[in-house]
């Protein structure tokens, strides 16, 4: 239908009128405007001479052009493929952020506990410098799979990260399997990917599975520490892709934490009104809220919860409480929800290597790093990293250094213990999410209970009296 | 249990309120023209934004921009019915609905590009908190915004019914050709209609932002809805327009709340489907 023509009817924005040409392959697109403006200066002087000099002089200087590129320093080409047009390009171009950052880190000399930050380039290869090429998916798995094949084929790059979207990492990822080309990936979040039996994908951020079961041990842990019980939990989700999944691990974990399933409710997230969900919720009286929205849905959710005024002791989220655009919006109403997270800028207190990547941050694009920016940046210092042991550029001995990869946790800026993969499924073992809260409208760390900048507010306030 | 259940219904008869003020605007337009407005949950949108930036900008309530709103859009809808719709009027059939869908297009995404893809809500203003009586909570904007429409739905009525102006239009409704003939002047109430459909659906607007998110893609699901509102009171008709609203939001309340809420659009859609199998002209339509 034609209301629906943008189909991410969820992710904050949409429609985006900036073209990025200029990011991808840069280098040749400057030849080519090169090549025209000499071409336009022969018009002008109308000669037949004189163009056919100049076309003579602007092929020399494509060839000294490329010439001089090739004689440059060792450079190592990774490929990354990104939504950098079309409905999501907002959160590709987060995720890009975050990625290029790395590569300066790496290429530069930078004062961080960081894998090759202190080194300029690979010092292992010379001081090999890694060369970033993008392609754009457009947010479509098909793109994704092609541009894929484009990198690897044409532009030759030695390993590939991207793609955020789940759906299109699961493409790219079958053509690098099928190339036998390395694939890092620290953005995207479905369980499926690492369970595939795949020998070129390695992921280093945690899975949907492993979010929900973080949820779990945080009332675990929470019932242990505050002597408070928690019996009954509801679970909502939207019922597209996302959801269902997260759904079905929410059930999974709640029978094996032992916990009674009062509510399974699933809606489209794309609602005019959702009172009847609330309605449901409302009647089935659970201790505990497990909701997994987009973010339109979240929105509503949260003033709906207030008007109807559904009291659980503690609501526990999803994706679509953290998009940047959800707290300006409910403002004060978001206060004492949980959200599950990879990254928050107060760990910084605990990890001060946060505070110093997010000034980097910062000064090159004038923003704080997000959760999406956080979560990307990690990939490239794992492929360095392991490239770096190497000591060659060739995928099986890149996929045999990635398997002996043990980075500590404390070269990484999450809380987690380190990186290093499962040898069956590749997924990092030491993966963990953690959770937020929001305390006087700010993301706040509030698990892992040692990570935590303050504690829980727990159970959740009334909504009178706020 | 029973408090749920008047709950239910009471949120139902709400949101079906505001269906039943945005699905008049459309349902007039169609009658007259026997055009399908597909821009009208841009008009929506543009309602909602204008309610949102006289509040973000100079401070003034939505319940005081309401007229503010419906002049704002009555002239829109003027004008654009003056340069753009009456051109293609002559036209093939085609051509009339490819107007209004390219339109709807434009509008949305000139939203995008001003006004980013955002999300927005203002903040509490005079029309804010709720009501509990009983076990039931009633939200003061969505209460509000109710009676704005049955007041909007009256007052439409006794327009149509009682004044010369309206009078013309319900005939031009009727018969264009015998209008004519009768010396009324069907090209302005046309544009009146235009007008009048646009404005009353501005108002829908500045209610809606009182309560609900404000994006430049918004009028697509309020605008599905309000066809099916439409065609299920029967193209053309104020009444049967504000009666569907109601029976759509309770069916859909009711619906979500008894069976599965991911079914409850699907349950609004199929009562539709049994009404025009056995009333094709819909509840109202002649």
């Not at chain 2, 709400?14 to 459309?26: E, F, H, N, Q």
């Not at chain 2, 908190?129 to 009676?147: H, R």
Request: charged letters at 15%.
């Amino acid at each position: 239908m034609w209301y629906f023509l943008s189909d991410e009817a969820h992710s904050r924005r949409r429609i985006h009128f900036i073209s990025l040409y200029g990011t991808v392959e840069p280098f040749i697109s400057k030849l080519g405007t090169e090549k025209n403006m000499s071409r336009r200066k022969n018009v002008m002087a109308s000669k037949n001479c004189t163009r056919v000099l100049s076309v003579a002089l602007s092929l020399l200087l494509i060839l000294f052009f490329s010439v001089s590129a090739q004689s440059q320093q060792k450079v190592i080409k990774i490929g990354a493929v990104y939504p950098l047009t079309g409905n999501i390009a907002s959160t590709g171009l987060d995720c890009k952020r975050g990625v290029d950052l790395a590569v300066d880190i790496i290429n530069g000399k930078y004062d961080l506990d960081l894998p090759l930050a202190k080194s300029a380039g690979l010092p292992n290869l010379g001081g090999a410098k890694i060369e970033m090429v993008y392609a754009d998916t457009k947010g479509d798995p098909k793109n994704g799979m092609s541009e894929a094949e484009r990198l690897i084929t044409s532009e030759n790059v030695v390993a590939m990260l991207g793609a955020y979207q789940s759906a299109v990492t699961k493409t790219a990822s079958q053509i690098t399997e099928r190339l036998r080309i390395p694939y890092v990936c620290s953005d995207s979040s479905s369980p499926t990917l690492t369970e595939r039996g795949f020998k070129y994908f390695f992921r280093v951020s945690p899975h949907d599975d492993i979010f929900a079961r973080d949820q779990f041990q945080f009332l675990k842990d929470l019932e242990k520490k505050t002597g408070q019980a928690v019996h009954n939990i509801a679970v909502l989700y939207e019922n597209t892709e996302f959801g269902s999944n997260a759904g079905k691990a929410y059930k999974k974990y709640a029978a094996e934490f032992g916990y009674k399933v009062v509510a399974d409710i699933t809606y489209t997230a794309n609602a005019t009104d959702v009172t009847s969900e609330v309605g449901k919720l409302i009647v089935s009286k659970p201790d505990v809220l497990m909701h997994a929205s987009y973010i339109t849905d979240a929105i509503l959710f949260t003033k709906t919860f207030k008007e109807m005024g559904f009291q659980p002791k503690g609501i526990m989220t999803m994706a679509g409480y953290i998009e940047p655009g959800y707290l300006p919006s409910v403002k004060a109403d978001g206060n004492y929800i949980i959200v599950r997270s990879t990254f928050a800028l107060d760990l910084a207190k605990k990890k001060p290597l946060i505070g110093k990547v997010n000034a980097l941050f910062k000064k090159k694009y004038g923003i704080d790093m997000s959760e999406n920016a956080a979560r990307s940046f990690m990939a490239p210092f794992v492929l360095a990293e392991a490239i770096n042991r190497a000591k060659s550029t060739a995928p099986e001995a890149i996929v045999k250094a990635l398997h002996e990869t043990d980075i500590p946790g404390s070269q990484t800026i999450y809380p987690w213990k380190g990186i290093k993969f499962d040898p069956q499924t590749n997924q990092n073992i030491y993966a963990r999410g953690t959770l937020v809260q929001i305390l006087n409208q700010e993301y706040v760390t509030i698990w892992p209970f040692d990570s935590a900048s303050k504690p829980v507010v727990w159970p959740f306030p009334a909504w009178k009296g706020r | 249990m029973p408090d749920q259940l008047l709950q239910q219904l009471a949120d139902g008869l709400l949101i079906g309120l505001m269906y039943s003020l945005i699905a008049i605007g459309l349902t007039l337009i169609w009658g007259v023209m026997n055009i399908v407005n597909f821009a009208h949950g841009e008009f929506l949108m543009l309602g909602m934004f204008t309610s949102f930036w006289l509040f973000t900008l100079y401070g003034i309530d939505p319940i005081f921009s309401i007229p503010i709103c419906f002049v704002l859009m009555f002239v829109m809808g003027m004008l654009i019915y003056r340069f753009i719709v009456s051109k293609v009027m002559k036209g093939p059939m085609l051509a009339q609905l490819v107007v209004t869908f390219g339109l709807s297009i434009f509008i949305a995404n000139l939203a995008v590009y001003f006004w980013t893809p955002d999300f927005r809500l203002l903040p509490p203003t005079m029309l804010q908190g709720t009501w509990q009586i009983g076990g039931v909570a009633l939200s003061i904007p969505k209460v509000a915004a109710s009676l704005g429409s049955v007041i909007a739905s009256v007052c439409m009525f006794f327009f149509l019914k009682r004044t010369k102006t309206g009078k013309a239009i319900l005939a031009t409704e009727m018969d264009r050709e015998a209008a004519l003939l009768m010396g009324i002047n069907t090209e302005r109430i046309n544009s009146l209609s235009f007008g009048i459909g646009a404005a009353l659906v501005g108002v829908a607007g500045a209610f809606l932002s009182t309560y609900y998110y404000i994006y430049p893609q918004v009028g697509g699901l309020f605008g599905t809805i309000a066809f099916c509102v439409v065609a299920l009171g029967g193209f053309g008709s104020i009444e049967g327009a504000f009666i569907a609203g109601i029976l759509v939001g309770l069916a859909q309340t009711l619906g979500g709340f008894y069976f599965d809420p991911s079914y409850k659009y699907a349950i609004v859609f199929m009562i539709y489907l049994i009404t025009i199998w056995i009333r094709p002209q819909g509840l109202m339509g002649w």
